[in-house]
C-alpha cells in the first residue's frame, strides 16, 4: 500500500467519522424539547440554535484534518442528511417524497460555503464568518423547502433574532475545529 492510498484511506474515514458522529448528535440530543424550553419555535430551530455544533464544527473539522482536501468538507456534509435520512424522512416531510433533496441541497450549500472560507492563510476571521454564512444559508434553504410545501414559516417577530444567533452558532462552530487543529499542529 502506497503512502498516498493510506492518506486516501485516512481522509475517507475521517469525512465518515465526522458526518458519523454529527448525525448521532443530531439524533439524540432531545432537540424539539430543549428548543421549546428556550422559547425557539418553528422549523428548523436546530439549525438555528445548535446547527453550529452539530454541524458546522465536524463539516470544518473533517475539512482541515484532511488538509483542506477538496471536496472533503462537500462530502462530509452530504453525508449528514443522507445519513439522518437512513433514520426518518427529511423534517417528516413524505409528501412530495423527493423532499429529501432538499436537505441535500441545504448541506451541499453548507460545505461548498465551508471550504469556500478557508483559505491557505486561514484566518478566524475568514472561516468564522464562512461558518455562520454557511449556517445562515442551510437554514434559509431549508426554512425556504418547508415554507413552499408545508406552509410552515418562521415567526417574523423572532427572525432577526433568528438569524442572528444561526449565524453567531455557525461562527463559533467553526472557529473551534480551527483551534483545535491550530493547537495540534503546534505540538
Known amino acids: 500500500m502506497s503512502t498516498n492510498d493510506s492518506s486516501t484511506i485516512k ?3 475521517t469525512i465518515f467519522v465526522c458526518a458519523g458522529v454529527s448525525v448521532t448528535i443530531n439524533l439524540t440530543i432531545p432537540m424539539k424539547h430543549i ?3 428556550l422559547g425557539i419555535f418553528g422549523p428548523a ?3 438555528i440554535l445548535f446547527g453550529g455544533f452539530i454541524f458546522v464544527l465536524w463539516i470544518t473539522l473533517a ?3 484532511t488538509g483542506c482536501k477538496r471536496l472533503s468538507g462537500v462530502s462530509t456534509a452530504i453525508l449528514i442528511p443522507a445519513f439522518c435520512m437512513l433514520v426518518s424522512p427529511w423534517y417528516g416531510i413524505v ?10 441541497i441545504a448541506f451541499l450549500v453548507m460545505g461548498l460555503i465551508i471550504e469556500i472560507s478557508c483559505k491557505p492563510k486561514l484566518s478566524f476571521a475568514s472561516l468564522g464568518g464562512g461558518g455562520g454564512v454557511a449556517n445562515l444559508s442551510c437554514l434559509t434553504v431549508t426554512w425556504l423547502a418547508i415554507g413552499f410545501h408545508v406552509h410552515i414559516w418562521p415567526s417574523t417577530n423572532f427572525l ?3 438569524l ?3 449565524f453567531v452558532s455557525g461562527t463559533v462552530g467553526a472557529l473551534i475545529p480551527l483551534i483545535l487543529t491550530e493547537k495540534i499542529k503546534k505540538t
Do not use: K, R
Open 11 to 13: 481522509n475517507l474515514l
Open 160 to 162: 432577526p433574532l433568528y
Open 63 to 65: 475539512y482541515l484534518t
Open 45 to 47: 430551530g436546530g439549525i
Open 35 to 37: 428548543l421549546n424550553s
Open 95 to 104: 409528501d412530495p417524497s423527493w423532499f429529501g433533496i432538499y436537505g441535500i
Open 164 to 166: 442572528v444567533i444561526a
